[in-house]
T-cell receptor, first 113, second 114 residues
Framework: DSGVTQTPKHLITATGQRVTLRCSPR?????VYWYQQSLDQGLQFLIQ???????AKGNILERFSAQQFPDLHSELNLSSLELGDSALYFC????????????FGPGTRLTVL | DQQVKQNSPSLSVQEGRISILNCDYT??????FLWYKKYPAEGPTFLIS?????DKNEDGRFTVFLNKSAKHLSLHIVPSQPGDSAVYFC?????????????FGGGTRLMVKP
């Protein structure tokens, strides 16, 4: 158990819908990362937050947005969902924004029908 | 453009023998490399890392080798155990100002046979 929690574990929805994925980092970790793992793209970095502020952005679609709240939990919002958004979404956390070891949560499996 | 590649999608070894997993990268700005292990229905778990100023790092049964000139790294597991059966990802990051984003390879599925 990494100490990173993600909810829900599974999510099934329809095209065009909007969903919110939630992540609670390990106790004491200030930085949160979101990754997407799809069958054809592997594990891809989406976005990083540190202490509430956006720190780095990867290949995140404009339909996706994220935020980190004062209690340090983070939410990833996915809107206008398409079939291709079906993937595993992982959250990771680390102590600070450049500390190299990231601890990953168990992931949320999103299925878009 | 895949900046980190793991060319072997799978590897099968006998228990007690050495497992060698390989990873190649193209971006010369990468300065820190990590290996993660992933079991089904779980998130990746950090295994071992190496800075670009080193060419070898050991932790118990796991050793990572880095060849900067060849832009190649490898993970050696000796001796291999059935519990090591998992998907292994190599990852790389570049520089302080780039944040802590990791670029992952596609993974290698290791099967250790008893």
């Amino acid at each position: 158990d990494s100490g990173v929690t993600q909810t829900p574990k599974h999510l099934i929805t329809a095209t065009g819908q909007r969903v919110t994925l939630r992540c609670s980092p390990r106790s004491g970790d200030l930085s949160v990362y979101w990754y997407q793992q799809s069958l054809d793209q592997g594990l891809q970095f989406l976005i990083q937050y540190y202490n509430g502020e956006e720190r780095a952005k990867g290949n995140i679609l404009e339909r996706f947005s994220a935020q980190q709240f004062p209690d340090l939990h983070s939410e990833l919002n996915l809107s206008s969902l398409e079939l291709g958004d079906s993937a595993l979404y992982f959250c990771a956390s680390s102590v600070d924004p450049v500390y190299n070891e990231q601890f990953f949560g168990p992931g949320t499996r999103l299925t878009v029908l | 453009d895949q900046q980190v590649k793991q060319n072997s999608p799978s590897l099968s070894v006998q228990e007690g023998r050495i497992s060698i997993l390989n990873c190649d990268y193209t971006n010369s700005m990468f300065d820190y490399f990590l290996w993660y292990k992933k079991y089904p229905a779980e998130g990746p778990t950090f295994l071992i890392s190496i800075s670009s100023i080193k060419d070898k790092n050991e932790d118990g049964r796991f050793t990572v080798f880095l060849n900067k000139s060849a832009k190649h790294l490898s993970l050696h597991i000796v001796p291999s155990q059935p519990g090591d059966s998992a998907v292994y990802f190599c990852a790389a990051k570049r520089g302080y100002n780039a944040g802590n984003m990791l670029t992952f390879g596609g993974g290698t599925r290791l099967m250790v046979k008893p």
